[in-house]
T-cell receptor, first 114, second 113 residues
Framework: SAVISQKPSRDICQRGTSLTIQCQVD?????MFWYRQQPGQSLTLIAT?????????ESGFVIDKFPISRPNLTFSTLTVSNMSPEDSSIYLC???????????FGPGTRLLVL | AQTVTQSQPEMSVQEAETVTLSCTYD???????LFWYKQPPSRQMILVIR??????QNATENRFSVNFQKAAKSFSLKISDSQLGDAAMYFC??????????FGAGTILRVKS
């Protein structure tokens, strides 16, 4: 299975600022995904990031708030812009790999916005 | 749109006993994948087991097995010989023809020693 790392692992930020989360995979993958997990909740897909094309956002998520970069097949970033306390969540990077296209997850970035 | 329902917010099991976590889903698609993920307090999402809908045989991974009932759209997870390390949040997930992995609300599993 893919080994996925995320930076930072956690951060405390002030409202109105922005944070960029990095996701690095140890092998080339076509499809990368960004999820949000609000406190006590399940995972919600923010967007799908394919290399060489614009990210596809789910309903309720917009590029201005969550810009995504996907410069190559092993790396992606998610920026949480103009943060508010409601953005306090765990943000997880995920990739699809393997013959059954199983989805694997990074360790997550725990964000607290004050 | 596809939905995944986990009707048990919390379950408890005695160490070494067996527990079954329930999951139902709603879809009009005929071919899809189903997954169970485990999320311990570390928050790392760990794949426990997966099932392809076209396979009638239930998937098994060591102490973990599923009861896949396609007609009933049911996908339960059985954990045998429960261990303290099994304590976690368990998520059932569905993926059909689209790229989106749809998660249930999760079930907290507590293991008593």
């Amino acid at each position: 299975s893919a080994v996925i790392s995320q930076k930072p692992s956690r951060d405390i930020c002030q409202r109105g600022t922005s944070l960029t989360i990095q996701c690095q995979v140890d092998s080339q993958v076509t499809m990368m995904f960004w999820y949000r997990q609000q406190p006590g909740q399940s995972l919600t897909l923010i967007a799908t990031a394919n290399q060489g094309s614009e990210a596809t956002y789910e309903s309720g998520f917009v590029i201005d708030k969550f810009p995504i970069s996907r410069p190559n097949l092993t790396f992606s970033t998610l920026t949480v812009s103009n943060m508010s306390p409601e953005d306090s969540s765990i943000y997880l990077c995920s990739v699809r790999q393997g013959g059954l296209e199983t989805q694997y997850f990074g360790p997550g970035t725990r964000l607290l916005v004050l | 749109a596809q939905t995944v329902t986990q009707s048990q917010p919390e379950m408890s099991v005695q160490e070494a006993e067996t527990v079954t976590l329930s999951c139902t889903y709603d879809t009009s698609e005929s071919d899809y994948y189903l997954f169970w993920y485990k999320q311990p307090p570390s928050r790392q999402m760990i794949l426990v087991i997966r099932q392809e809908a076209y396979k009638q045989q239930n998937a098994t991974e060591n102490r973990f097995s599923v009861n896949f009932q396609k007609a009933a759209k049911s996908f339960s997870l059985k954990i045998s010989d429960s261990q303290l390390g099994d304590a976690a949040m368990y998520f059932c997930a569905y993926r059909g023809y689209g790229n989106k992995l749809v998660f249930g609300a999760g079930t907290i599993l507590r293991v008593k020693s």
